[in-house]
């Protein structure tokens, strides 16, 4: 049984008893419960991850192997003077030397920060700065354009390890032969339960990215989430679509189907409806864990599209990220055969908190019930639409139907244990003994949550969160520019799409290409997924009386809503998600 104080809580502690724990009570570490209890056991020899590379060939790796393999890779850690507690970077694509860099951080008890190879390098420098990496793990392609123009303000990088050619070239080290010079070998040494094992970054409206901490405990989430929520068994054949550089890519593409033993599929390529369909028939598929904006770009396909394959190895789809709009649920059972099932989680929250869960009836729209273990409530708002806290304490809606903002009472094992160097924020998330979420939901009188919008400004596009300041920040580094104001806009297949709207300076004149030049900045520093896709110029953004651009106003200015009326502005952008053609 897994040690800790965790353990004693009730009703986590039956989830504590379905791992192993180190041996002779060493605690827990999640890179045990992943790979070596099962490298040690009867499922040595079964498919862990099979990879499907970009001209469609597949590679694997068993049980065995990936013990093997991540534990060169946290003997070469240990070679370099990395410690338990420094920080791991990864800006990779979904190679496998991403998961081999992944678990075997954890097995040194180094602490593994992943990264979105997708972004531009001052959100790479940011996130490398502010994470304290010692060491990032990349490729020649990605180094030269992510964080080459950036290495200089990067003092505490001491080592950049290369997969494939090229390492020399930028002062680097060749991962593929530090791994081969490396033991097969490693114990993992006791680890705390309660020692830091992840550090995700995530956006927030101001201020810079936020490091949400979380520890070697979560593994107890994922495993029970990976049950109770994907109804995970060990001859599924699972396949979750997210990036690694994203927590989903780590909590649910990395270790949740790993700790139950499954065959866990990677695809390098992009998304496209025939390669997918393709994936789900010919990797006998049985669960799917995608994002909403896919099954949009997928439904937009057409069914046809489906039409030529088997896809009858599939027992459940799930989504993540966004909202997921009652009409791809629905369309799920109508192509894909099953309907597709809600989850809703947060970065902070490390794991699936609410779903509609396998034996539950899908209604299309909802996110689902709290999953056993979590206790959610929603939470009366004040002016600002946040929770209203007086004295320190909420008040609790209990009608139904009644919009507040999702709160979750804290316990679960893999909640966030702080923000990296910003403790004051963190803080800052609880008030009278809850999480607040930020989000903005109801509650039927069945006890199903539905999804009203963010309390916050945070932008979600494509499952992505984005923080406006990051993005106004870098708009107002080029000289015409005096201010910037940046919002999410509905978009048929994203969900949401960056719009900035920025003031100019005194003389300068707006055009056409002073609008590329600024779209092309914002590429180039903040990379594609991030900079917005839309510029408008306006003299007279609105602002408090503090001078802080007030985004509410912008977004309601632009869906052309009352700008004082905030609910009416939470139900139109529901709607205005849907595809103009299904309104």
């Given at each position: 049984?897994?040690?800790?104080?965790?353990?004693?809580?009730?009703?986590?502690?039956?989830?504590?008893?379905?791992?192993?724990?180190?041996?002779?009570?060493?605690?827990?570490?999640?890179?045990?419960?992943?790979?070596?209890?099962?490298?040690?056991?009867?499922r040595r020899d079964?498919?862990?991850?099979?990879?499907?590379?970009?001209?469609?060939?597949?590679?694997?790796?068993?049980?065995?192997?990936?013990?093997?393999?991540?534990?060169?890779?946290?003997?070469?850690?240990?070679?370099?003077?990395?410690?338990?507690?420094?920080r791991v970077a990864t800006l990779l694509p979904r190679v496998p030397e991403m998961m081999v860099a992944a678990l075997g951080t954890l097995k040194a008890r180094s602490v593994l920060c992943p990264l979105f190879s997708a972004f531009g390098p001052e959100p790479v420098r940011q996130r490398l700065e502010r994470g304290d990496a010692v060491v990032l793990v990349t490729t020649r392609a990605l180094y030269d354009r992510k964080v080459a123009p950036v290495r200089d303000r990067l003092p505490a990088l001491r080592h950049v390890l290369v997969v494939g050619d090229g390492a020399d070239a930028i002062g680097g080290q060749d991962l593929r032969v530090l791994l081969d010079a490396a033991s097969p070998v490693f114990a993992i040494e006791p680890t705390d339960p309660e020692e830091t094992a992840l550090l995700h970054f995530t956006s927030g409206?101001?201020?810079?990215?936020?490091?949400?901490?979380?520890?070697?405990?979560?593994?107890?989430?994922?495993?029970?989430?990976?049950?109770?929520?994907?109804?995970?068994?060990?001859?599924?054949?699972?396949?979750?679509?997210?990036?690694?550089?994203?927590v989903t890519g780590t909590s649910y593409g990395i270790i949740a189907p790993l700790t139950h033993g499954v065959t866990s599929i990677v695809d390098e390529g992009d998304l496209d409806a025939d390669r997918w369909y393709r994936i789900l028939q010919d990797q006998g598929v049985t669960v799917w864990y995608t994002a909403p904006t896919a099954l949009r770009m997928l439904r937009r396909a057409g069914a046809e599209a489906a039409a030529p394959y088997d896809l009858r190895r599939l027992r459940l789809v799930a989504s993540v990220g966004e909202p997921l709009d009652p009409e791809v649920a629905t369309w799920g059972q109508e192509v894909?055969?099953?309907p597709v099932r809600d989850t809703w989680w947060q970065t902070e929250t490390g794991s699936i908190m609410i779903a509609t869960r396998p034996a539950d009836p899908v209604r299309p729209g909802s996110m689902g019930r709290p999953l056993p273990g979590v206790e959610a409530a929603l939470l009366r708002r004040g002016p600002d639409g946040r929770a209203a806290v007086h004295d320190g304490t909420v008040e609790v809606l209990d009608e139904p139907d009644e919009v507040g903002e999702l709160a979750l009472l804290p316990?679960?094992?893999?909640?966030?244990?702080?923000?990296?160097?910003?403790?004051?924020?963190?803080?800052?998330?609880?008030?009278?003994?809850?999480?607040?979420?930020?989000?903005?939901?109801?509650?039927?009188?069945?006890?199903?949550?539905?999804?009203?919008?963010?309390?916050?400004?945070?932008?979600?596009?494509a499952g992505h969160l984005i923080g406006p300041f990051e993005v106004e920040s870098a708009l107002t580094e080029h000289p015409a520019v005096v201010e910037a104001g940046v919002i999410g806009i509905p978009d048929p297949v994203a969900g949401e799409v960056v719009k900035a709207f920025v003031t100019l300076r005194s003389g300068v004149e707006p055009s056409e290409d002073l609008r590329r030049e600024l779209l092309g900045l914002a590429r180039r520093r903040l990379g594609p997924a991030v900079a917005p896709r839309h510029v408008a110029f306006d003299q007279h953004l609105p602002h408090t009386r503090s001078g802080k651009v007030v985004r509410r106003l912008l977004r309601a200015r632009e869906l052309g809503l009352p700008e004082g009326d905030t609910s009416s502005l939470e139900g139109a952008v529901g709607t205005a998600l849907d595809p103009p053609e299904e309104r």
């Open positions: 049984m897994a040690t800790g104080l965790a353990a004693a809580r009730s009703p986590w502690a039956d989830a504590w008893d379905r791992l192993d724990g180190l041996p002779d009570g060493g605690g827990t570490n999640i890179a045990h419960e992943a790979v070596d209890r099962h490298a040690a056991g009867p079964h498919v862990a991850v099979r990879w499907v590379h970009r001209d469609g060939t597949t590679s694997e790796a068993t049980y065995a192997a990936l013990a093997a393999t991540t534990a060169r890779f946290a003997n070469v850690l240990r070679g370099l003077g990395v410690r338990p507690g420094e409206t101001t201020g810079a990215p936020k490091g949400a901490v979380h520890v070697h405990a979560a593994v107890v989430a994922h495993h029970e989430t990976g049950r109770s929520a994907l109804d995970l068994h060990p001859d599924d054949v699972f396949w979750c679509t997210a990036d690694p550089g994203w894909l055969g099953v316990g679960w094992p893999s909640i966030f244990r702080g923000y990296l160097h910003d403790v004051e924020r963190w803080e800052r998330c609880f008030a009278g003994g809850w999480y607040l979420t930020g989000d903005l939901a109801r509650r039927d009188a069945d006890g199903a949550y539905w999804f009203v919008g963010r309390a916050d400004d945070v932008i979600t596009s």
